[in-house]
């Protein structure tokens, strides 16, 4: 998660509070100690990009399927269970990219480009 983001940090934490038997462990990406290497070398760029999960497992999760996943994992999957019907699924998914693509301007963080350079990561990767 973006720990710099208040949305991301409102969300964490009711996910934490929610979490009774600790089944997420939450990274936080804007941390100066966050390592790509140890997160599926995810990097710092796609991270701010859009959300990522690591299952228990070692799969890759993206986008809203972490969400899914996320409110599964703390009881509450019925929640995002209409995203995953197939009427829904693509409308839900297309949604997510465009609010993916806003968070940094609409939370007033400035553009991706700017973030990295300020944070001197600014890897094309």
Known sequence: ??????LCQREVNFLRYRDKLNNICFVDIDSPNYQPKKFADISYREAMGRIHAITSS?????D???????????GL?????PTTLPILSPFIDHIYKIWASWRLPLTRRGPLE?????KDLCRKS
Do not use: Q, T
Not at 58 to 62: E, F, Q, S, V
Not at 64 to 74: D, Q
């Open 1 to 6: 998660f973006d720990g710099a983001c208040p």
């Open 64 to 74: 809203v399927s972490v969400f899914r996943e996320a409110y599964r994992l703390v």
């Open 114 to 118: 700017k973030i990295c350079k300020d």
């Open 58 to 62: 070692g799969r890759i999760l993206k």
């Open 77 to 81: 999957g019925w929640i995002y269970a």
